[in-house]
């Protein structure tokens, strides 16, 4: 386990993870994930410590992720327990499951992350938690303070990690990642207009928030160049680059 996750975040304990996983759930393809194969390699040669896919582009990719990590997006609801889905992932050779959990809502997603987290903790595999607090419905339950509950939630079932939302600031943010007390990474959101836009926050968030990681997905394969975009994110978290350096290390 211990392994893994030095794996997953790097010699410096930081990681930049390409979300690619929508296409689970997309209603449309998008360009940058009919082209999956072609973003994978790119971003890996941009940098990319890790992705996010479902357990069918994990197999059918296996050869461009190279020696990056592959975290396996998982689903417990029926017909899946989390041990076959678990199971899964580990036979494929997956470097850590990851899945959604929704505390304060009227479900009982809280107990299955526990089950999660118990069986990935039994076969040495991470999990990385995404907590939701309140479900996708909820846009009121996104300030801080129930942010960081959530964080907090979904790090008492067990998980090794959360993936969660910006809080917009480094103040707010940083409470979320005390809270948590497990490395926090905050998710890339909807598309930005500009590089300026996109990155500046992410720079605010590892640099004054105390957020280990980006797992980004619209933002880069919504682009004309995914890889650029993720060289200006490894600029950002590996190089200690300013927004300005990531932005012409993207155009580069």
Excluded: C
């Excluded at 207009?193 to 500046?200: M, T, V």
């Excluded at 993720?230 to 993207?250: D, K, P, T, W, Y």
């Amino acid at each position: 386990m211990k392994r893994k996750m030095k794996q997953i975040f790097g010699s410096d304990g930081r990681m930049l993870m390409v979300a690619m996983d929508h296409t689970a759930f997309l209603q449309a393809p998008v360009d940058g994930l009919v082209n999956y194969g072609k973003t994978i390699s790119d971003s890996v040669a941009a940098g990319a410590d890790a992705f996010l896919a479902p357990i069918g582009s994990a197999q059918r990719h296996d050869e461009e992720y190279g020696a990056s990590s592959v975290i396996v997006s998982i689903d417990t609801n029926e017909p899946f327990s989390a041990d076959q889905a678990i199971s899964r992932a580990l036979a494929i050779g997956a470097d850590g499951v990851k899945a959604m959990v929704y505390p304060f809502a009227d479900d009982d997603g809280v107990n299955r992350s526990a089950a999660i987290a118990a069986f990935a903790s039994s076969v040495g595999l991470p999990y990385l938690a995404e907590p939701v607090p309140g479900g996708f419905s909820r846009a009121d339950m996104r300030t801080p303070d129930i942010i960081a509950a959530g964080a907090r939630v979904a790090a008492e079932t067990g998980a090794d990690m959360i993936k969660t939302f910006y809080t917009g600031d480094p103040k707010s943010m940083r409470k979320v990642v005390d809270y948590a007390g497990v490395p926090v990474v905050i998710l890339g959101g909807h598309a930005k207009d500009s590089l300026e836009e996109f990155y500046g926050p992410i720079w605010d968030a590892i640099n004054h928030g105390g957020v280990l990681g980006v797992a980004v997905g619209t933002n880069i394969w919504t682009s004309k160049n995914p890889g650029g975009v993720v060289r200006g994110l490894n600029a950002i978290l590996h190089e200690n680059a300013s927004v300005e350096q990531a932005v012409s290390a993207a155009k580069k």
